[in-house]
């Protein structure tokens, strides 16, 4: 049974920096295409960063692009995701996801992710 456990939220300040981590249990992280996603109340849950089993592409959002990488350590089994310059529209919850198979491309919906973390809150202040 895949388990995926996000740490590594906060408080932080506008402008400044934090790193995601999302323990993953259960499966060679280098078997699996990896996303984060965000979610703020009320709103669908949207696809902030992600890259293929063998690492070799990522994706992300026109959002967070410049500000944002998505990492891996496949002997520790991590996932991680760094955010610099933060802003306030990063205020979220985030969550890591994992989907198995052989594909090429990295899902940008949710729906097409089969594990799920249960999300980390990352808050944003002025």
């Known amino acids: 049974q895949v388990q995926l456990v996000e740490s590594g939220g906060g408080l932080v300040q506008l402008g400044e920096s934090l790193r995601l981590s999302c323990q993953v249990s259960?499966?060679?992280?280098?078997?699996?295409?990896i996303g984060w996603f965000r979610q703020t109340p009320g709103k669908e849950r949207e696809f902030v960063a992600g890259f293929t089993r063998n690492g070799g592409r990522t994706s992300y959002a026109d959002a967070v692009k410049g500000r944002f990488t998505i990492s891996r350590d496949n002997t520790k089994r991590m996932v991680y995701l760094q955010m610099n310059s933060l802003k306030l529209e990063d205020t979220a919850v985030y969550y890591c996801?994992?989907?198995?198979?052989?594909?090429?491309?990295?899902?940008?919906?949710?729906?097409?992710?089969?594990?799920w973390g249960q999300g980390t809150q990352v808050t944003v202040s002025s």
């Open positions: 996801a994992l989907r198995g198979g052989l594909i090429v491309t990295i899902p940008i919906l949710a729906n097409e992710y089969e594990y």
């Open positions: 259960g499966g060679p992280v280098s078997t699996y295409t």
